[in-house]
């Protein structure tokens, strides 16, 4: 498979496993469980978006609403997950719609 295939077949394994999280919890982390193992085979990197939804520490499917938890706090992305009790925290910068000029 060609790597943009394998991003697009990542994508909408965990969408749909996003769909049936709250109906089937256990198909939900299988599917994840595939997406993941198919994404590590073809050796491809995994995006942003995709990276916040998996515990770092555990390795399992912890999306925020139900698994883990986000908090900001003085400029850091704080994500802890529910299951293990891992922290993932990640340095963000606030854009500000004032420009400074001299």
Known sequence: MKRRKVR???RRLISKTLE??????ELAEKLAKLARR????ARIKQPYELKILFCKKCKSFAP?????????RKGWLIITCLKCGGIYRKRVKFKTS???QN
Not at 38 to 41: H, S
């Open 8 to 10: 697009e077949v990542v």
């Open 20 to 25: 049936i999280l709250e109906e089937d919890p």
């Open 38 to 41: 198919i994404r590590l085979k």
């Open 64 to 72: 925020p609403p139900i698994y883990s938890k986000i908090r900001i």
């Open 98 to 100: 004032v420009d400074k």
